[in-house]
Each structure stands twice: as C-alpha cells, then as structure tokens.
C-alpha cells in the first residue's frame, strides 16, 4: 500500500472516534493555531496544560476562542507535563502534544514508572512526508530522538516504525536501511550494521516488514538508478521507510523533503503507550494538522 497524499489521516480521523489531545505548555502560539484548526476540523478535542494566563494571552492575540477546548492551568513546565501525561495515563485523554516546553521535560514525564506511559519500547521519532515529485508519502527515522544508534537501538527503531505502519493499514511495510554506498564497507559502520538488519530480517528476527540496505538514497528512491548500479532489490525505488544512519542525517533528510521539494509532513514519537506529537515552530500548518491527524490516527489503536 501506498499513499499518495497524507490526507488519508484526516479521513481516518473522521472515521473513528474523536481522540482527546493534551498539548503541554500550550500557551505556544504554533500549537494554539494548529490544535484550534483542528478542533475546527472536526478531528479531535483539545486539552490545553500550561499557564492559564499565558494560555488566554497567547489565544487573544490569534483571535482564537478558547470555548472549545478544556484548560487545566499548570504555571511550570514540570506541572504541565505532568498533569497531561496523567490524563492520558489514565485514560481521561488519549495522546499527547509538545507545545512550549522542553523535550527532555517532557519525555521524563512520559517515562515516569509510577504515572508514565512507559512501555517497555525504545522511544523514537517517525516523520511521514508527502513528497510532490514522488507523488506518495514516505516515512523516515528516526531524526528527532536516538542521536547514533547502535544495532540494538536501530532494531527498535524499525520495529516501532514498522508497528506504526501495521496500525495504519501497511501489512508489510518496505524499509530502506539508508548509506551513502550500496555495499558493505568496514570503514563504514552503518553499512555493516545495514547488512545485519538485512540478515535479521530474512532470518525472522525482524517480523513484519521487508529491509533492505544498504542503499544510498537515490536507489530507494529511483527504480532506475538501482537498475543503473545493478541493485536487483524488492524495496529500491518504492522503499515505504527510510532508516537513516543517525540524527544528522535524519535531521538533514526531513528537511530537504519538507522545505525544498515542497512536501508537508507528519511527525511523532513511538515507542510509549501512546505517541507524542511533535511539530516545529516553522512547519506549515498542513504539517502541524497532519502531525495531529497522524498521532490521533495511532491513539485509536
């Protein structure tokens, strides 16, 4: 399965039921304007956490109405982080969004052992894109959270990506294990550690999903330039993830398909009872209603 547009989250949201979003510290203006366009939409219920005060200066001066949403008033970050992670840990909301407070915050909040959301998993960054020129919408991890993974941790990297795309309907998800070279290369440790995930896939060890790699970016993306370097590959030119080597790269990645191919996106931590919006403070507001669609999409399952 292929998308060609990430709308296909809205209508997933509008399908189900409506899902409960506590944004943390929503006193940003990003996430006012993105959570209000969204309650707008239909798509969900917002939760604001934060400073009450701020929350009300911050929606005046976007000409916001805040009658729609809840407002639980929370004057620090560590208040606000954890108020809203206890709605959702105990099933009071549904999932969680980072608005004006630091990730690290945030995240203590999430794997807190007595409150938390902790799951046992890895946590990691998935950020979906709908590429123009590609016509289709591709994943990619993880650029937001694991800074240079070892085999260990990019086994749990693809396996929480993999677990996303069986909750929105990918019954074997096609990975692309991304290198700047096709072949295993020593001096190159990504490349061996490509080869490995290869192996383990193909021996069971990594369920559900089809990886290959390494492969440089042009060949998971073109069908003909794998055929041009002799790459004979089920996942070249129509890779559903790429799985880049580490936090620079993914960095790099997500940007140059957001900001100079014209995409949009979708992006969320996985890996913790429920997933963790994410937006930054210059995406689009397509992106920012995707990413809201998107975590909203995973909390129904």
């Known amino acids: 399965m292929s998308w060609t547009s990430l709308q296909f989250l809205l209508d997933r949201c509008r399908d189900g ?51 729609p949403f809840e407002i639980v008033d929370a004057p620090t970050e560590y208040e606000a982080s954890e108020q809203a992670v206890r709605l959702v840990s105990s099933g009071a909301a549904d999932t969680l969004m980072k608005g004006m407070v630091k990730t690290a915050t945030l995240l203590k909040a999430v794997l807190n052992k007595e409150w938390g959301l902790r799951s046992g998993d890895l946590l990691s960054h998935l950020f979906m894109v709908e590429i123009p020129k590609l016509n289709r919408v591709v994943g990619h991890t993880d650029g937001g959270i694991n800074l240079y993974p070892d085999l260990k941790t990019k086994v749990g990297i693809l396996n929480n990506a993999v677990d996303c795309y069986h909750k929105l309907g990918v019954a074997c998800p096609k990975v692309a294990v991304l290198g700047a ?51 004979v590959s089920d996942v070249a030119g129509c890779a559903d993830i790429f799985m880049v080597p580490n936090i620079e790269a993914g960095n790099l990645l997500g940007k140059v398909m957001l900001y100079m191919t014209g995409g949009v996106g979708a992006g969320v931590i996985l890996g913790a009872q429920k997933p963790v919006i994410l937006t930054s403070r210059f995406d689009s507001a397509e992106t920012k209603l995707y990413s809201i669609a998107l975590g909203a999409v995973l909390s129904q399952k």
Do not use: W, Y
Request: net charge neutral; proline share 3%.
């Open 17 to 67: 039921r409506k899902m409960r979003v506590v944004a943390v510290c929503a006193q940003d203006e990003d996430v006012l304007f993105a959570l209000d366009r969204a309650s707008r939409e239909g798509i969900v219920d917002g939760v604001l956490v934060g400073s009450k005060a701020k929350i009300e200066g911050a929606a005046s001066a976007l000409g916001i109405s805040l009658a």
């Open 181 to 231: 070279v096709e072949v295993v290369n020593p001096d190159m440790p990504c490349t061996v550690d490509a080869a490995a995930l290869v192996q383990m896939n193909r021996r069971g060890q990594i369920k559900g999903c089809l990886v290959d790699g390494p492969l440089a970016l042009d060949n998971a993306v073109s069908l003909e330039a794998a055929k041009h370097k002799g790459i």
